[in-house]
């Protein structure tokens, strides 16, 4: 309840964060019959990254304004580039970073829709506010684990969950996590669930990589970005997502993108990414691709 994602937004984190959900969305339209986008943390939707709060932690700095001036970027980079501008009418100096809730909706088609959790009252207000006009949008002031309960399986029974909560209590929201994944997995076995995570220490991750390869689920994706090596709880040393169920070639269409984020966002010599299938039908857990560290481009 003490999160404000405002001081974060746009930092490597989002950047890669949401290159993956611009994949799992376009993956969503690959089929005619509309689907349901629900995300548990939504926060306030849209950030200014000239507020106090975002200018106190200058995260967006070593992150999305790293890019808008990048060249040489492969496709998904570039339609995430495209949905910032989007969000910004063209101003090129990118005042406004997207959240996930915008990002959604921008890329929804007119049949599909979303139904936004946010538990702070204040954020779910800005979020309400910034949708208000939009039919498809449907905001919840509510817990979003609860939320999922309700929620799933939607009516349009395709879907997408994004759960992307603060972390306030650290390694203890991976348990969190774990449960309300396995009820609504059973209830709605066939949807496809992302989860965010942070990277600090890798033995915190670890267990939880665990307990998604015996979940029952037969596709499991990990996508990992590191900037530094994951072994210090004082610092944001990485970020990862996890897809239950993950769409058809997912893997092939995050892997260019992945691969160029160390050698935009790291710096030389500790930066690298990893993708691997936590799950896959038939076969043993196995990396995709484990990067070594990377030289990375000069900063712009």
């Known amino acids: 309840m003490n999160y404000r994602h405002a001081y974060h937004a746009g930092n490597f984190a989002d950047v890669m964060k949401h290159m993956v959900l611009v994949a799992l969305l376009d993956a969503m339209k690959q089929k005619a019959t509309p689907f349901c986008y629900i995300e548990t943390h939504a926060g306030s939707g849209r950030y200014d990254l000239r507020s106090v709060h975002a200018?106190?932690?200058?995260?967006?700095?070593?992150?999305?304004?790293?890019?808008?001036?990048?060249?040489?970027?492969?496709?998904l980079l570039w339609k995430w580039l495209d949905v910032?501008?989007?969000?910004?009418?063209?101003?090129?100096?990118?005042?406004?970073?997207?959240?996930?809730?915008?990002?959604?909706?921008?890329?929804?088609?007119?049949?599909?829709?979303?139904?936004?959790?946010?538990?702070?009252?204040?954020?779910?207000?800005?979020?309400?506010?910034?949708?208000?006009?939009?039919?498809?949008?449907?905001?919840?002031?509510?817990?979003?684990?609860?939320?999922?309960?309700?929620?799933?399986p939607p009516k349009e029974k395709r879907g997408l969950v994004l759960i992307d909560p603060p972390f306030e209590q650290q390694d203890a929201e991976f348990r969190t996590i774990e449960k309300a994944l396995k009820a609504a997995m059973e209830r709605w076995p066939t949807g496809i669930f992302a989860v965010w995570y942070p990277i600090k220490v890798r033995s915190?991750?670890?267990?939880?990589?665990?307990?998604?390869?015996?979940?029952?689920?037969?596709?499991?994706?990990?996508?990992?970005?590191?900037?530094?090596?994951?072994?210090?709880?004082?610092?944001?040393?990485?970020?990862?997502?996890?897809?239950?169920?993950?769409?058809?070639?997912?893997?092939?269409?995050?892997?260019?993108?992945?691969?160029?984020l160390p050698k935009l966002l790291?710096?030389?010599?500790?930066?690298?990414y990893r993708l691997t299938w936590l799950v896959e039908e038939g076969k043993d857990p196995t990396p995709v691709h484990v990067a070594h560290p990377m030289r990375s481009l000069p900063r712009r």
């Open 55 to 75: 200018r106190k932690t200058a995260e967006a700095d070593d992150g999305v304004a790293r890019l808008k001036t990048a060249t040489g970027l492969p496709p």
């Open 266 to 272: 790291g710096e030389p010599g500790e930066a690298e």
């Open 84 to 152: 910032v501008r989007a969000c910004n009418e063209g101003d090129e100096a990118f005042r406004y970073y997207p959240g996930s809730p915008w990002i959604a909706a921008h890329l929804m088609r007119p049949t599909d829709s979303a139904q936004l959790c946010e538990l702070h009252t204040e954020e779910a207000g800005k979020l309400r506010q910034l949708f208000h006009h939009d039919a498809r949008i449907h905001v919840h002031n509510r817990d979003g684990y609860e939320a999922m309960k309700a929620l799933v």
């Open 204 to 260: 915190h991750v670890q267990p939880f990589h665990r307990w998604l390869a015996k979940s029952g689920a037969k596709r499991v994706l990990a996508a990992e970005l590191l900037l530094h090596k994951d072994d210090s709880p004082l610092r944001l040393n990485g970020t990862g997502m996890v897809i239950v169920n993950a769409p058809w070639k997912l893997d092939d269409a995050l892997r260019d993108g992945l691969k160029m």
